[in-house]
């Protein structure tokens, strides 16, 4: 008997489909992986999609998505018909450590309105979170442009729930001329807000810690009720609100660079001064997104980032591992140059007290 891993393996040589279905207009499509061949096609998709404004401009780069394609921590869905096999559509489900990602659902107009984006945020992600190689998985995450009820929908009837809003979160434009380093981030082009969402399994829930403490703060209690109304797994949370620390506070924090986005993140406990020399360093910056832990440590690394200009913007269940133990994080933004007003939003009813209270905080505050 073949395991899940071999039949992996050779849906991805032969295109045999793990799934089949019939599309509203009576035709029959099959999904299966991507393999390098399928290069030259998708990035056709992206430039009859986006032109050439995608977020990322190495998908209009063959040779570079023919590597994407190989990557084996990276599983490329693709939806085509069966009879001819011309690809609809595809999405992409990218594993990092104990979090997947899933990004880049597209299809070809001729194929919109048909279910052939549905299929792929359901039935896809069922499968591929299934296999072996997701047993260490404990959570999948997701964006979706602010504009987009369709894409909302879609992740949500995959079983996802929304925990953040980020204004101007997204930064499209042609940037395949853009010569950047690592000092010089692409600058901002047409920015679009973005919802946050996640689907976390029961993994998780057995390390996370249920004793969350948080800044005193009434934006900070909406985003930690948002979300737990979502579970029923946060009703044993044990609830701590706490002013801000008079003292220094404590610092252990990483960050990361997406030179593209023009977007730095941040994540731990961080002191005044250093919090201070990262703004200072990332001045030129479009946004920085600050992931605190709910910790006694983490209040406040909160309050300093309220004094210093950043507004919370979401609230991220089991994001930060310490020692195996998964706390929550509160998520706060930052926009250097003041690109805060890009919140243009379309929702579903259920995102709707989340846009509400993201236009209140950013357009009653200055950063």
Known sequence: MQTTSENYLLDQEKHTYFHRFIAKNGEEFGLRFGTPRDAKALSMIFKEVYGYKYAYPIVYDINHLKRELSNKNKFWIVGELTNNHEIAGFGLIEKKRYIAHASQAVAKKKFHGLGILA?????????????????????????????????????RNAGA?????????????????????????????????????????????????????????????FFYNYVKKMSNKMKKDRLNLERGKKD????????????????????????????????????NWRILVWRIPTTQNGIHSMSLALEKGFNIV?????????????????ILAYYPNGGSHVLKVKCMDENRPLLNKIREIFFSRVN
């Open 119 to 155: 299929k792929l945020g359901a039935a896809g992600v069922i499968y591929v979170i299934k296999m072996p190689q997701f047993k260490d998985v404990l959570r999948l995450d997701g964006e979706t442009r602010g504009l987009k009820i369709g894409a909302q929908n879609l992740i």
């Open 248 to 283: 220094k506070g404590y610092e252990l924090y990483g960050f990361s660079k997406d030179l593209y986005e023009g977007r730095v993140s941040l994540y731990g406990y961080i002191k005044e001064k250093s919090l201070n020399n990262l703004l200072k360093t990332y001045h």
């Open 314 to 330: 979401g609230y991220d269940i089991g994001f930060n591992n310490i020692n195996w133990t998964l706390f929550d994080s509160v």
């Open 161 to 221: 729930f929304p925990y953040g809003l980020i204004p101007a979160y997204i930064n499209y434009g042609d940037k395949r001329k853009f010569k950047i380093d690592e000092t010089t981030p692409v600058p901002p082009l047409k920015e679009e807000a973005a919802f946050l969402y996640s689907i976390i399994f029961n993994k998780l829930w057995r390390k996370r810690d249920k004793n969350v403490y948080l800044l005193n703060n009434g934006d900070f209690i």
